[in-house]
């Protein structure tokens, strides 16, 4: 199993441009997660999906958007980045809910400049 | 909305000294989960907590669970080098979404 994958791994993007980050799982987990990582800071969840065709919105949601319409994948786009954005992007995955671990992708690295 | 603080942000020991990382919410948890991240890398689960008093061990580490379920600590005893990297709690009430602590860094001195 290759587990929680990411890509891109680095990008920089330009203020105002748009972009989807790509997060695919093959351990077939209901529950995926998106957060963002900014420096010397804890993770702060995005969006989240129970399953395939449901999703909710986190802690900081604002800028972006997801859908989840496989098992498997879980992207995240970003329309109007904006500097605020800079920020590390991690995707996770969990069998089902609280009670679960996360598997936690390599990250996506982002500058919005 | 829920708070998950940890202190301290940094610890800088002599390999050998022990280290502790300590967790609290500001609204009563269901479970929490210990995650590790080593520079660069993504966060590793290490561990989760379910009932009130819990005290788990692993190796070295010793994590507990408080009575009234808002507050968790990670304890290492004689740290070595590989144990560097942040420590993270998270915490959920609700089993969908969980809040993670800003972390310790720790560092290790040879």
């Known amino acids: 199993n290759a587990g929680v994958t990411q890509t891109p791994k680095f990008r920089i993007l330009k203020i105002g441009q748009s972009m989807t980050l790509q997060c695919t799982q093959d351990m077939n987990h209901n529950y995926m997660y998106w957060y963002r990582q900014d420096p010397g800071m804890g993770l702060k969840l995005i969006y989240y999906?129970?399953?395939?065709?449901?999703?909710d919105k986190g802690e900081v949601p604002n800028g972006y958007n997801v859908s989840r319409s496989t098992t498997e994948d879980f992207p995240l786009r970003l329309e109007l980045a904006a500097p605020s954005q800079t920020s590390v992007y991690f995707c996770a995955s969990s069998l089902t809910g609280g009670s679960y671990e996360q598997y936690f992708g390599p990250g996506t690295r982002l500058t919005v400049t | 909305g829920q708070q998950v603080m940890q202190i301290p942000q940094y610890q800088h020991v002599q390999e050998g000294e022990d280290f502790t990382t300590y967790c609290n919410s500001s609204?009563?948890?269901?479970?929490i989960q210990w995650y590790k991240q080593r520079p660069g890398g993504h966060p590793v689960f290490l561990i989760q907590l379910v009932k009130s008093g819990e005290v788990k061990k692993q190796k070295r580490l010793t994590f507990q669970f408080g009575e009234a379920k808002k507050n968790s600590s990670l304890h290492i005893t004689a740290t070595q080098t590989t144990d560097v990297g942040t420590y993270f709690c998270a915490g959920t009430n609700t089993g969908n979404q969980f809040y993670f602590g800003t972390g310790t860094s720790l560092t290790v001195i040879p």
């Open positions: 609204t009563t948890l269901s479970n």
């Open positions: 999906s129970v399953g395939a065709g449901i999703t």
